[in-house]
């Protein structure tokens, strides 16, 4: 059995090989450590964020690979990977210009609280305002109002919101409907919805290119599930041809709903990270899938 003195001096021991630990080493890690911190919450607010999963598939395959010395893999990793880089480079070099301007609009000991990521989250369209959007979309759909309603969920919006008219106001049905009302200079376009809050009004939405879509699908109906094969976000559509209510979630579009089922899925959602796949379930359950023109 080892005496105090002995147990004291492999302490010692011990202690002499930990590495030495100085200001400037502090100082470089807390550095690191915010930048990490900053890009890991903007890469989780935009459609990079499915591309950092895309890359960590192919990260654990590279690994596989090394393991069990698949040659012909570790080739086309060792050859492609500086051409990949540049690749991503370009295809988000919008994405990467914003994040350097939001880093130098934001106020830095502001963002570094704990706090303000439990806040956003915590966020959540409100059953109150819920509410109101279904009854005006059940009041367009009654005078067959087109209108375009899209609900922010994790992916910020930003680049949409700035293609229409800001507005900051709280969501009632008498907002929605007076926006969506004929020869109004904000009917035109899509309301954009964050934070129980109407932010813009008369958004240009990307149209759809998939080939395989009804061609009796009207410009809204498209501008929405355009938006949602590229976002998150909740998309009602309440056709100007019809009147006839519609939700897109996921590049999926959902046609002819009621108010019921309307306010079943938005609570549901609210409640639950968006799963596209689960989405996919709710096709068929609503009565009468009728064409919608607009």
Not at 63 to 82: E, H, R, Y
Request: hydrophobic residues 50%; aromatic residues 8%; proline residues 1%.
């Amino acid at each position: 059995m080892l005496t105090f003195s002995e147990i004291w001096q492999n302490i010692k021991l011990l202690t002499y090989q930990l590495p030495i630990i100085r200001i400037n080493d502090i100082i470089e890690i807390s550095m690191i450590a915010f930048v990490i911190y900053q890009i890991t919450k903007w890469v989780r607010g935009t459609r990079a964020w499915m591309l950092v999963k895309g890359i960590a598939v192919l990260f654990v395959i590279a690994i596989i690979a090394m393991v069990f010395q698949l040659n012909t893999i570790l080739w086309i990793f060792a050859n492609t990977i500086s051409v990949g880089i540049t690749a991503l480079l370009i295809v988000f070099q919008p994405e990467l210009r914003k994040a350097l301007e939001q880093l130098g609009r934001k106020n830095i000991f502001a963002s570094i609280s704990v706090f303000d990521e439990q806040r956003e989250r915590s966020e959540r369209l409100a059953v109150d305002v819920i509410d109101e959007i279904i009854k005006a979309v059940l009041e367009m759909a009654k005078t067959k109002t087109g209108a375009l309603i899209v609900i922010e969920q994790d992916i910020r919006l930003d680049e949409y919101e700035r293609t229409g008219i800001l507005i900051d106001a709280l969501v009632s049905k008498q907002m929605l409907v007076n926006i969506f009302e004929h020869n109004t200079p904000l009917h035109d376009g899509a309301v954009i919805v964050r934070d129980n809050r109407i932010v813009a009004a008369t958004c240009y939405l990307p149209l759809s290119e998939n080939m395989t879509l009804s061609k009796e699908l009207g410009t809204r109906h498209r501008a929405a599930i355009g938006l949602t094969e590229v976002t998150d976000s909740i998309i009602i559509v309440v056709s100007e041809e019809t009147g006839h209510i519609s939700m897109a979630l996921g590049g999926n579009l959902i046609r002819n709903i009621d108010a019921e089922y309307l306010k079943n899925k938005l609570l549901y959602v609210q409640k639950k990270t968006v799963d596209v796949n689960k989405f996919k379930i709710w096709k068929g359950r609503h009565k009468n899938d009728k064409k919608d023109n607009e």
